[in-house]
């Protein structure tokens, strides 16, 4: 599998920012897919995560409300939409996929361990 992420940049607070995640060499909607971020010494933290074959999106507490995950299935591609962006969402995000197909039932989970790959991460900074 491959992830390539992009629509980083920097921004004042307040404002938004969309980033996309390319995904290529699977099935890509039989496979949940989530975007995490890490900023500098602290622990990566998902963020969002949305179930491909239906849309079904979930997030981390820190963002809800503010920011939307959705996918476009025919571009094969994920969107994270940031609205009413604040300094402490200054990091590097990632986008990654889950190693075993989605089923129906599952449990949805940051779990990093269960994701089996990783993009190459897009920096967002925002400015106070």
């Known amino acids: 599998a491959r992830l390539v992420e992009s629509g980083g940049g920097l921004v004042q607070a307040g404002g938004s920012l969309r980033l996309s995640c390319v995904a290529s060499g699977f099935t890509f909607d039989q496979y949940a897919i989530a975007w995490f971020r890490q900023a500098p010494g602290k622990e990566r933290e998902g963020v969002a995560y949305i179930v491909t074959r239906d849309g079904s999106p979930y997030y981390g507490d820190s963002v809800k409300g503010r920011f939307t995950i959705s996918s476009d299935n025919a571009k094969n591609t994920v969107f994270l939409q940031m609205n009413n962006l604040k300094p402490e969402d200054t990091a590097v995000y990632y986008c990654?996929?889950?190693?075993?197909?989605?089923?129906?039932?599952?449990?949805?989970?940051?779990?990093?361990?269960?994701?089996?790959?990783w993009g190459q991460g897009t920096q967002v900074t925002v400015s106070s």
């Open positions: 990654a996929v889950e190693e075993s197909p989605y089923t129906i039932g599952s449990k949805w989970s940051f779990d990093r361990r269960l994701f089996g790959s």
